[in-house]
C-alpha cells in the first residue's frame, strides 16, 4: 500500500467500488505467522466470541458473568498460584493480555484469605484501566463499586472502610507511602502491567522492596507482567517465585507494508476501508497516537463510510483514549450493533491495559506518544515515537485473542527489524524531578544509591537535584527543605506545586489553584469543524491579552459560578468541553484541600492578575522564552529555538517575554500554554536558576 500520489488520489476521490480497494490491497504482503495455535480442545463456542451476550435479569447476568470468568485461561493457575504464595512472599505471574490476570488475581487472592488483615491494592500504570477494571469486578463480585471493590486515582477516591480490593494507579500507591511508609493497611500489593516499567511502578519495586524486607511474613508482592520478564523480577525480589499462564492466542498473520508510508494517518484510514471490503466478519483495532488524531481519524473513516455499499458490514467507529468519558469507554466493551462491525481508533491504552472484544484485525501505525526528556534541551516533551518490536508484537496479538486474525502494520518488514527490541524504560527518559522529590519525601536521602531494578542515568538524576534546588525544594545540603515537603504534598508535577506554594504567599491561591486545575484537566475548547469559525468567535470572548492561562482562568471563573442546570446550555453556546471544566473543578477542590492541609493562606488577588503570573514564573522559569529577532523564542535555560503553539491566544501577539506549560514537538517545536511574563522577574523569582544558567 504505496502513498504514492495516485493511489492517495485514488482513495481521496472514493469510489465505492471494491475494485479499487483490492488495487491498493495487493500491495499488503502476507510475511509470516506468530503466536500458536493454544486453544484447548474443550473450548467452546461462546468462549471464543469472548464475552457472552449478557442477559438481562440481574440474576443470569451474574451467572454469565461466572461462567465467563472461569473460562478465563487464568482460572487454571488459581491454585497454583495460592500454592506459591504460601512459599513465597513475591511471586511473578506472566500471564498473555486477556488471559484474567488484572480481574481474577485479586479475587482469588480475596478468597484465598490474603485480606484478612489488610487490603489488596492493585497498581495500574493508567487511571482508565484501575477505573473500568474496578468497575467490572465489582460486578462480578455483585457488589456496587467503591464498597467491597473500589479504586482511587489522582483527584478520585472510591473506596470506603469496607473495601477489600483496590485498584490504584501506581502513583496514588506512592503517595500513600508518603504517609504510611509501611502500607501498613495492604496485606498484598499487586503491581499489575509490570512489563510497562511506568516510572511510578520502577520506583514502587524499590521501595516495596524495603518495605517487604522490614515487614516480613504479612506482607505479599505479586508482580504481573503480559511479558517475558520475569527473570530480571525474580533476579530483584529475594526468594520471588515465577509462574506463567498460557494464554489464549490464535495464530495472526502479520502483514507488511511494501513500502515505507509517508502519512500513517491517511494509510490507516485506507487500511479500515480495506479490511471493510476484503475481510470477513470481526472487528478493527487501530493503534493511533492521541486524542486529535483519532478524532481526525473518526471524521475521515466516518465520511468515507457513509458511502460502503450495503452488501459490506457497516462501520461502528468508537474513539478509545484515556480522556474519553466512561459511558463513550464503555462501548467498546460491548457486541457492535447487529450488521456492523466495531472499528476502535485506540491509543496505546489498547495495547495491553484494556482488552476490547470481537478483534480479529488490527492496523497499527507503528507510532506511539511517549514522554521524552530530552537533557539538552532540559525539559520534557510529548513526541511522537515509533514503538518497539516487543511493541509490535503485542499489538499484533491483540488480533488474535478470540479466533485467528490478521495483523496490518503499516511500515515495511526492513523497518520492523530496524525497531528496537524492547522500548526503553520511562525512568530511563523522562524528567526525574517528580521522582526525585518523591523519593526525597519518602526519606531517600541517598537519590543515587536508591535500589532501583534498573538504574536512570546518572547525569538525569543529578540534573533532577538540580532543578529541585533551583525550585528550592532542597537545601544546599540536597536536603528536603521546608518548601520541598509542602511541595511533594500536592498530587501535581513539582513546577506546579512551586507555582501553588508560591501563590499562596503572593496572595494569589484561588487564582493559582484554578489555572493548575485548568492546565491539569482536558482541553476545555471545542473547535466541531461545521462550526469552527463560531467556535474561534465564542472563544474569543474570555481571551486574555495576558496569555493563556489567564484565559483559562477566565473560562474557570465563568463556569464555577454557574449553576448545574444553566452550566450546560452555556457550555454549549460557548464552544466548551463540560467535561473538561467539571474536572478541572474536582481537581481544584482537591487541591484545595490539599492547600488547606498544609495550612497556607487561601487568597485571591481580585482582577489585577500579576501575581498570578509572577507565581506561574516561580514554578515555570525553566519553560521561560524570549522573543528572537525574528519573532520564535528562545528557551533561556536551553536556547533552543521554539514557536509559540498555533493554539495560544498570544500566538499573533509577540510578547517580548514569556513561560509556557510544556513544549510540544510535533514537525517542529512549540510552547504551548503561553504567559506573558516581565524578564525581570526571572532574575528575582528563580535567582538560583539563572546563575546556574
Ligand atoms: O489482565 P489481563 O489482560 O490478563 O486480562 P483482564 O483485563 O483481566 O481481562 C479478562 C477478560 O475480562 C477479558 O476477556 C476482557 O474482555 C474482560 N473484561 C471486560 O469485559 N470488561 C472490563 N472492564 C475488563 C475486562
Ligand atoms: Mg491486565
Known amino acids: ?31 509470516s505467522c506468530v503466536g500458536a495455535h493454544l486453544v484447548p480442545a474443550h473450548t467452546t463456542a461462546a468462549e471464543v466470541m469472548g464475552n457472552p451476550v449478557v442477559p438481562a435479569h440481574p440474576k443470569q447476568r451474574w451467572q454469565a458473568l461466572q461462567d465467563h470468568r472461569q473460562q478465563l485461561p487464568i482460572w487454571t493457575a488459581k491454585e497454583k498460584l495460592l500454592a506459591l504464595l504460601q512459599r513465597h512472599q513475591t511471586v511473578v505471574l506472566v500471564g498473555e493480555t486477556g488471559s484474567g490476570k488484572t ?23 493508567r487511571r482508565v484501566a484501575a477505573i473500568t477494571v474496578a468497575k467490572r469486578v465489582a460486578q462480578e463480585q455483585g457488589v456496587q463499586p467503591g464498597t467491597q471493590v473500589g479504586y482511587a ?7 470506603t472502610a469496607a473495601t477489600r480490593i483496590k485498584y490504584m494507579t501506581d502513583g496514588i500507591l506512592l503517595r500513600e507511602a508518603l504517609l504510611d511508609p509501611a502500607l501498613k493497611r495492604y496485606q498484598v500489593v499487586i503491581v499489575d502491567e509490570a512489563h510497562e516499567r511506568s516510572v511510578q511502578s520502577d520506583l514502587l519495586f524499590g521501595l516495596l522492596k524495603g518495605i517487604q524486607a522490614r515487614r516480613g511474613h504479612n506482607f505479599w508482592l505479586v508482580i504481573m507482567s503480559a511479558t517475558l520478564v520475569a527473570a530480571q523480577f525474580v533476579g530483584f525480589f529475594p526468594g520471588a517465585a515465577a509462574t506463567y499462564v498460557q494464554g489464549r492466542q490464535f495464530p495472526v498473520q502479520v502483514f507488511y507494508t511494501a513500502s515505507p508510508e509517508e502519512h500513517y494517518v491517511d494509510a490507516a484510514v485506507v487500511a479500515v476501508l480495506q479490511v ?22 473518526q471524521r475521515l473513516l466516518q465520511d468515507r463510510a457513509n458511502q460502503l455499499p450495503a452488501k459490506y458490514q457497516s462501520l461502528a467507529i468508537l474513539p478509545l483514549f484515556a480522556a474519553l468519558p466512561p459511558d463513550q469507554q464503555a462501548r467498546v466493551f460491548q457486541p457492535a450493533p447487529v450488521g456492523a462491525r466495531k472499528v476502535i481508533l485506540a491509543t496505546n491504552i489498547a495495547e495491553t491495559s484494556i482488552t476490547v472484544p470481537g478483534v480479529r484485525f488490527t492496523i497499527d501505525t507503528g507510532f506511539v506518544k511517549t514522554r521524552m526528556y530530552n537533557a539538552k534541551v532540559g525539559a520534557e516533551s510529548l513526541t511522537v515515537t515509533p514503538i518497539s518490536q516487543a511493541q509490535a508484537r503485542q499489538r499484533s496479538g491483540r488480533a488474535g485473542r478470540e479466533a485467528p486474525g490478521k495483523a496490518f502494520r503499516l511500515y515495511t518488514e526492513r523497518s520492523f527489524r530496524q525497531l528496537q527490541p524492547a522500548s526503553l524504560p520511562e525512568i530511563q527518559r523522562v524528567d526525574l524531578a517528580a521522582v526525585t522529590l518523591q523519593l526525597k519525601a519518602l526519606g531517600v536521602d541517598d537519590v543515587l544509591g536508591f535500589d ?13 537535584l538540580e532543578e529541585l534546588l533551583a525550585l528550592g525544594a532542597l537545601d544546599s545540603n540536597g536536603r528536603l527543605s521546608p518548601l520541598g515537603r509542602q511541595m511533594s504534598r500536592l498530587p501535581v508535577e513539582p513546577q506546579y506545586a512551586k507555582v501553588l506554594v508560591a501563590a499562596a504567599h503572593m496572595g494569589c491561591s484561588l487564582e493559582a489553584l484554578a489555572v493548575v486545575a485548568m492546565a491539569a484537566s482536558d482541553q476545555p475548547f471545542l473547535l466541531p469543524r461545521e462550526s469552527r469559525e463560531r467556535a474561534q468567535e465564542a472563544h474569543k470572548r474570555f481571551a486574555s491579552g495576558e496569555g493563556d492561562h489567564m484565559t483559562l482562568l477566565a473560562v474557570f471563573q465563568a463556569f464555577h459560578g454557574l449553576q448545574q442546570t444553566s452550566s450546560e446550555q452555556w457550555c454549549h453556546d460557548n464552544f466548551l468541553s463540560r467535561r473538561a471544566l467539571c474536572k478541572a473543578v474536582d481537581i481544584y477542590s482537591q487541591l484545595l484541600e490539599n492547600i488547606k492541609a498544609l495550612g497556607l493562606p487561601l487568597l485571591s488577588c481580585g482582577s489585577d492578575t500579576t501575581p498570578v503570573r509572577r507565581a506561574l514564573t516561580s514554578g515555570l522559569f525553566k519553560h521561560a522564552a524570549k522573543r528572537h529577532t525574528d519573532g520564535t523564542y528562545k528557551v533561556l535555560a536551553s536556547s533552543q529555538m521554539v514557536a509559540l503553539h498555533p493554539s495560544s491566544v498570544l500566538c499573533g501577539k509577540r510578547p517580548p517575554c514569556c513561560v509556557f506549560s510544556e513544549l ?30
Open 276 to 297: 471493510a471490503v476484503e475481510e470477513g466478519a470481526g472487528d478493527v483495532l487501530v493503534f493511533l497516537t492521541g486524542q486529535e488524531e483519532i478524532e481526525a481519524v
Open 1 to 31: 500500500m504505496r502513498c504514492d500520489k495516485d493511489k492517495a488520489t485514488l482513495w481521496k476521490a472514493y469510489d465505492p467500488s471494491a475494485d479499487q480497494y483490492s488495487t491498493l490491497f495487493a500491495t499488503l504482503r502476507h510475511v
Open 153 to 159: 486515582v489522582r483527584f478520585e477516591d472510591n473506596t
Open 452 to 464: 532501583f531494578l534498573e538504574r536512570p542515568p546518572r547525569a538525569a538524576l543529578v540534573r533532577s
Open 664 to 693: 510540544v514537538c510535533t514537525t517542529r517545536a512549540y510552547a504551548r500554554q503561553v504567559t506573558v511574563i516581565d524578564s525581570a522577574w526571572l532574575a528575582e523569582l528563580a535567582p538560583a536558576f539563572f546563575s546556574m544558567h
Open 103 to 125: 480481574t481474577q488475581v485479586p479475587q482469588f487472592l480475596l478468597e484465598g484469605g490474603f485480606a484478612g488483615e489488610g487490603m489488596i491494592a492493585c497498581t495500574q500504570p
